[in-house]
């Protein structure tokens, strides 16, 4: 069984880099477990359909993004999904880069079938909108960063 961990966010734009920090934290924890599977951590601020290549050859991947919320009772909540069960009506698409991710999958889907992932589970970080230019995280958004490593960690203990 071989999983990927995937940090997906702009370093540039604050909080919307929060997939990279998780992806950063995770690295430094997982090197001291024993695990029975592979696990390769990743980060990336590519487009959707970029990404959706580096998932080929893996059996599961665990997707950390961000979601713009706009509200602010939801920026921090983590949400969680399986892409297979994402309605296509909310289909999860931020404006990185016109392609959705599940239109993004289903492309490298159709090119190697059976190089694709069985399961993709997303888990996103409700944020505002960044406006502006910075590398730092907002202090919601860094004191949520061990809860979302904590959360893929259980992802990666059940499939162990």
Do not use: C, Q
Not at 116 to 131: N, Q, R, Y
């Amino acid at each position: 069984m071989k999983i990927l961990v995937l940090g997906v966010g702009n370093p540039t734009l604050g909080d919307d880099g929060s997939g990279l920090y998780v992806a950063r934290e995770l690295r430094k924890k997982i090197s001291r477990k024993k695990l029975k599977i592979e696990v390769v951590i990743e980060e990336s601020s590519s487009d959707w359909l970029t990404i959706a290549e580096k998932m080929v050859d893996y059996d599961e991947v665990i997707l950390i993004d961000t979601a713009v919320v706009n509200e602010e009772r939801l920026v921090g909540r983590i949400f969680k999904f399986d892409l297979k069960g994402l309605d296509k009506r909310y289909e999860y698409s931020y404006m990185l880069h016109n392609l959705s991710l599940s239109s993004a999958i289903e492309i490298i889907r159709s090119l190697s079938p059976e190089e694709t992932p069985e399961k993709v589970i997303l888990i996103l970080i409700g944020i505002i909108e960044p406006k502006e230019f910075s590398d730092k995280l907002s202090p919601t958004i860094k004191r949520i960063i061990p809860k979302v490593v904590k959360e893929v960690l259980d992802e990666i203990s059940k499939i162990n």
